[in-house]
């Protein structure tokens, strides 16, 4: 039997910021976040918003287009960086949200960025093992990425969530079982208990995002070179932290491997860069950024067509997985909850944004 996603879901929230107007706000030159840093807008919650509505929105419509008995969940998996409480799961929060209660394993994932794959992975995992006794999981993951005002890490701010239901069909796409993580302990990006917003060691945490490419496609070539495990996948999704993040990761990894510089260019124009579209909608939205890139990659795609998803949440741990894509991808209906957030959403102004910021 094939293991993987049934349908999937997206949400954003219904504001955003153009990161010009940022710029404006905070006297720095609009290149330096839309040319150095690849940024374009930032999602941003309205009053009535947090991590677990967006999170429930996204649910809302996956587990529409699955159709199925909620009662059918046995298992729902959040994961987030957005803690709403030290104790309680953002699973609970999510479930009041659907008034999903019943026979059931909820539970909170956290490691950083990367907790929406734990998340994910476990729940395949669980299918996959036969614990699942004829019951699909609801995967969700969600963040409202938010950083201190004037923080060089304000214009990769974002917030976004996705949501999956894993059953027995596999029609979005079927992921592997086997895939290829690395880890090693570092203080790059982190929130210590009862803080607000991030602390971030900006160059070391580009420095341990281009090691885990290295280690973690290295790991998954094994004894063939990367460049031959990349002809196989038709595209390849990253972590989105800001989308000069990505072009720096290939980059790195290209000349890591020894690569032609034409050759790096023309993998990430055709392989990578499409996947982002969205995202420079959103930016970063942490849990949910590398699966909103991966969306986009599904979309249109044949049966079959295999794509990479690489993970990585700060810490550090990372993972690549390798999706195939299934016959939901042709028509992808989950293109319709980017265009009906986008066209919904409010554009805030420099001043509205600024007075917000005092206020969260
Ligand atoms: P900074 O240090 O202020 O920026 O913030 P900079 O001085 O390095 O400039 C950025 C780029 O803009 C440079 O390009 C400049 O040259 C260019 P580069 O040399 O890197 O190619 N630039 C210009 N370009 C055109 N016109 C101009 C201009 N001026 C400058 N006028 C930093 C950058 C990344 C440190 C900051 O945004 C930050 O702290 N971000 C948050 C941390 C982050 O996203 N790290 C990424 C890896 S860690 C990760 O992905 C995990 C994460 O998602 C969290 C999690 O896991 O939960 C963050």
Not at 106 to 130: D, F, I, M, N, P
Not at 208 to 225: D, Q
Request: with cysteine; hydrophobic share 45%.
């Amino acid at each position: 039997m094939k293991h993987g996603i049934s349908a999937l879901g997206l949400a954003l929230p219904s504001r955003y910021l153009d990161v010009r107007d940022l710029a404006t706000l905070r006297g720095v030159e609009p290149d330096k976040y839309t040319k150095g840093l690849g940024c374009h807008e930032i999602a941003l919650c309205g009053p009535d918003e947090d991590a677990a509505s967006l999170g429930a929105k996204a649910a809302r419509r996956a587990l529409e287009r699955w159709g199925g008995d909620l009662g059918r969940i046995g298992l729902l998996a959040v994961g987030t960086e957005t803690g709403a409480d030290m104790s309680r799961p953002m699973s609970a929060f999510v479930a009041d949200h659907l008034k999903l209660r019943g026979r059931m394993r909820s539970y909170e994932a956290k490691h950083a960025c990367y907790g929406g794959t734990v998340a994910l992975r476990q729940a395949l995992e669980w299918r996959a093992s036969g614990a699942h006794r004829g019951r699909a999981a609801l995967v969700v993951a969600t963040d409202v990425g938010l950083y201190a005002p004037a923080d060089p890490g304000e214009a990769t701010q974002g917030a976004g969530a996705v949501a999956f239901v894993l059953d027995d069909d596999a029609l979005v796409a079927s992921i592997d079982l086997e895939s290829h993580a690395f880890a090693s302990p570092a203080f790059d990006f982190w929130r210590p208990v009862g803080e607000r917003f991030p602390r971030v060691e900006g160059p070391l945490s580009l420095d341990c995002y281009r090691e885990a490419v290295e280690k973690t496609f290295g790991g998954w070539a094994g004894e063939s070179s990367v460049q031959d495990a990349l002809a196989t996948l038709e595209a390849v999704a990253f972590h989105v932290p800001f989308p000069k993040m990505v072009k720096k990761a290939v980059l790195h990894l290209g000349a890591t491997q020894g690569w032609d510089e034409g050759d790096t260019a023309t993998f990430f124009e055709t392989k990578v860069a499409p996947t982002m579209r969205w995202n420079r909608h959103m930016g970063n939205s942490y849990t949910a950024a590398l699966w909103w890139s991966v969306a986009c990659a599904l979309v249109g795609r044949k049966p079959g067509d295999a794509l990479g998803a690489f993970s990585y949440g700060s810490g550090f741990g990372s993972e690549l997985s390798i999706l195939r894509a299934g016959e939901a991808a042709a028509e992808a209906l989950w293109q319709k909850d980017v265009e009906a957030d986008l066209s919904a959403r409010v554009r805030m102004d420099a001043a509205e944004y600024d007075a917000w910021r005092g206020s969260v």
